[in-house]
């Protein structure tokens, strides 16, 4: 493949074959091995950890649900999590304790960082609120959530607000729950006028009101607004039913998948139902990088889709029409050790409307984090994955995060 030298300072160095027209582009952020390296994990002992875990930020071309890599840029640190911006055409990710801005310097999608600040933590997540002019960051190790602008040139400015969370422990659940730990946060879309945390520790959902004037949350630790799961639930990410009114939690502790009512004029957020998002016979794990890690709604809402690393799965549900509640369809194996996070994507021939990013036709892409590769299922008229999947190996890459697809023309460069 031809290449193009792009340059860089000191190890950061940029690389990539040029990119035709008409291709998808996705970006994943890298992290360290995760399962294999967690002695009370299910992955344990089954295979070596990898001896190259590099900090990076790869690029993959996606051509009819084909992925291949394009290019690797040396970001010096893991990566947590990101997003592209709605206006700007930057990339956003959070890593080493920084929320870091990339501008796209060529016409093959490259990126390199322009701009970094102080998150105030270790994030673990962060949004893009609706405009792009804030980036709201969830800490997991502080036990802190922060606010941060978005100037007018792509650059991120320090801090507005943060928040900090104490609970009082329950000493049986002090394995993994001695403190807060905000594993996601997420702006209502409707609006963007709330914004829900996932805190892991402290088994609740905090339902802030944000205030996009100021950069400011507001919300008392005894609000109404916010949602206490039981005891050892761990909820860990959610997200939004296209119709508004509800919300679905999965929980990296208990095993479960949580539907919830949501009113999106007054902030409140209230417990429905819960199942299982393991098969019977597949017991909850607490340790770490273990349980259930990522959920998707389909943008036609008829499906849910969750990562289940106890058991190295997807599982599918159908959505019911009137109540929200899950029906388990599907359990699938991504071929593949501790599957973290995947992306959908889908075209409009399929009948449905894709959501912002959704734009390939109809696959799931999800990293294998301690396999190094990236698991992709056809997605068929039910919303189920055509199985086994296709795979992709990325040495030396560790995915922790992927970005869904975004056509390659698209993409705005700085030159």
């Not at 031809?2 to 990539?16: A, F, Q, R």
């Not at 999608?109 to 609706?130: C, K, M, R």
């Not at 607000?161 to 702006?187: G, M, N, T, V």
Request: a negative charge; proline letters at 7%; hydrophobic letters at 40%.
């Amino acid at each position: 493949k031809k290449l193009m030298e792009l340059g860089g300072t000191g190890s950061h160095t940029y690389w990539c074959p040029l990119v035709p027209m008409g291709k998808f582009l996705m970006y994943v952020g890298s992290s360290a091995a995760a399962q294999t390296k967690v002695s009370d994990s299910p992955a344990f002992g089954t295979m070596a950890p990898p001896t190259v875990e590099r900090k990076s930020i790869m690029l993959l071309t996606n051509e009819g649900g084909k992925l291949a890599i394009a290019g690797e840029v040396d970001t010096g640190t893991h990566i947590g999590w990101i997003q592209h911006h709605p206006t700007n055409g930057h990339l956003y990710a959070v890593g080493g304790g920084r929320v870091r801005a990339y501008r796209v310097v060529g016409p093959s999608g490259l990126v390199e960082e322009f701009s970094s600040a102080d998150a105030l933590g270790n994030p673990a997540h962060f949004e893009l609120s609706l405009d792009g002019a804030w980036a709201l960051v969830a800490n997991y190790s502080a036990s802190t959530i922060a606010v941060l602008p978005i100037l007018a040139d792509g650059s991120i400015g320090d801090a507005t607000d943060s928040k900090f969370h104490c609970i009082k422990p329950i000493p049986s659940l002090s394995d993994r729950q001695e403190c807060s730990h905000p594993h996601q946060i997420r702006l209502a879309p409707r609006h963007g006028r709330f914004a829900l945390v996932c805190d892991l520790g402290a088994d609740r959902v905090w339902v802030y009101v944000f205030d996009a004037s100021r950069g400011a949350l507001a919300g008392a630790a005894n609000s109404v607004r916010h949602l206490a799961f039981p005891e050892g639930s761990g909820p860990r990410h959610l997200d939004f039913h296209p119709n508004g009114r509800w919300v679905f939690v999965l929980c990296e502790l208990s095993g479960e998948v949580a539907t919830c009512s949501w009113d999106a004029d007054e902030g409140i957020l209230l417990h429905s139902s819960s199942v299982p998002a393991l098969p019977q016979g597949v017991n909850p794990c607490r340790a770490h990088h273990s349980g259930n890690a990522h959920i998707l709604v389909s943008p036609s809402g008829r499906n849910v889709y969750a990562s289940t690393r106890t058991d190295g799965a997807i599982a599918v549900f159908s959505v019911d029409e009137v109540s929200g509640a899950l029906t388990r369809l599907q359990h699938i194996d991504t071929c593949g050790v501790c599957p973290r996070n995947f992306v959908l994507g889908y075209s409009s021939s399929d009948g449905w409307v894709p959501s912002p990013g959704h734009v390939a036709a109809g696959h799931l892409h999800v990293g294998n984090q301690d396999s190094q590769s990236i698991a992709t299922f056809a997605i068929d008229g039910a919303g189920q994955l055509i199985g086994p999947p296709s795979i992709l190996s990325i040495p030396g890459v560790c995915p922790n995060v992927l970005t869904a697809p975004t056509p390659a023309q698209a993409m705005p460069v700085a030159l």
